[in-house]
């Protein structure tokens, strides 16, 4: 079955103890992207990858980081979350940036942070 | 860059009525494409429907449709015979390397 796979599903820590959001699809996508959802804001783009090691910023990249080091897995990195960054946060992958094919969306990742 | 803008954070329909729900977009392309997402409260991204801009002809997809006027640059979602499962967030959003989508319209269905 295609999908995106994202881990975890929840998650509540403290401010400063870094974690990792994983997020694997299976579908030999190129693109792959990361956004927080806010209640009021839609979906901001965190950083997206056209390529294996090829990342780029989106709109809200600080505090983030990103690596792409396989086709197929693009985690995101918070290295110190602070509780701004509390968010629900999805993964999503198509087979280019651009044109026909929608993007396919993990079931999404709840952080908090406290 | 492109901007996508959605001006109704809430809506309300009575099932079985019809509803539009309003998106406009910038960008200074000629050739893209839009989608409309819905986000149930499972949380899930489901297109719900997409258009191509050098199509001249409305999308639709069973009771979805929607209302492509590319010179005025709106790309409205129209849903016909709306159901208590319609109920969600609805999602406009233009298909680049960066997005963007629009707030969302919160869509309440009154049986």
């Known amino acids: 079955e295609a999908q995106v796979t994202q881990n975890p599903r929840y998650l509540i820590t403290v401010t400063g103890k870094k974690l990792t959001v994983t997020c694997s699809q299976n579908?030999?996508?190129?693109?792959m992207s990361w956004y927080r959802q806010d209640p009021g804001l839609g979906l901001r783009q965190i950083y997206y990858?056209?390529?294996?090691?090829?990342?780029d910023k989106g709109d809200v990249p600080e505090g983030y980081k990103v690596s792409r080091k396989e086709k197929r897995n693009f985690p995101l990195i918070l290295e110190s979350p602070s509780p701004n960054q509390t968010s629900l946060y999805f993964c999503?992958?198509?087979?280019?940036?651009?044109?026909?094919?929608?993007?396919?969306f993990g079931d999404g990742t709840r952080l908090s942070i406290l | 860059a492109q901007t996508v803008t959605q001006s109704q954070p809430e809506m309300s329909v009575q099932e079985a009525e019809t509803v539009t729900l309003s998106c406009t977009y910038d960008?200074?392309?000629?050739?893209?494409?839009l989608f409309w997402y819905k986000q149930p409260p499972s949380r899930q991204m489901i297109l719900v429907i997409r258009?191509?801009?050098?199509?001249?002809q409305n999308a639709t997809e069973n009771r979805f449709s929607v209302n492509f006027q590319k010179a005025a640059k709106s790309f409205s979602l129209k849903i016909s015979d709306s159901q208590l499962g319609d109920a969600a967030m609805y999602f406009c959003?233009?298909?680049?390397?960066?997005?963007?989508f629009g707030k969302g319209t919160k869509l309440t269905v009154n049986p």
């Open positions: 999503a992958s198509s087979l280019s940036a651009r044109g026909y094919q929608p993007q396919h």
């Open positions: 960008t200074s392309e000629s050739d893209y494409y």
């Open positions: 579908m030999n996508h190129e693109y």
């Open positions: 990858s056209m390529n294996v090691e090829v990342t």
């Open positions: 959003a233009y298909r680049s390397a960066v997005g963007p």
């Open positions: 258009q191509e801009a050098y199509k001249q």
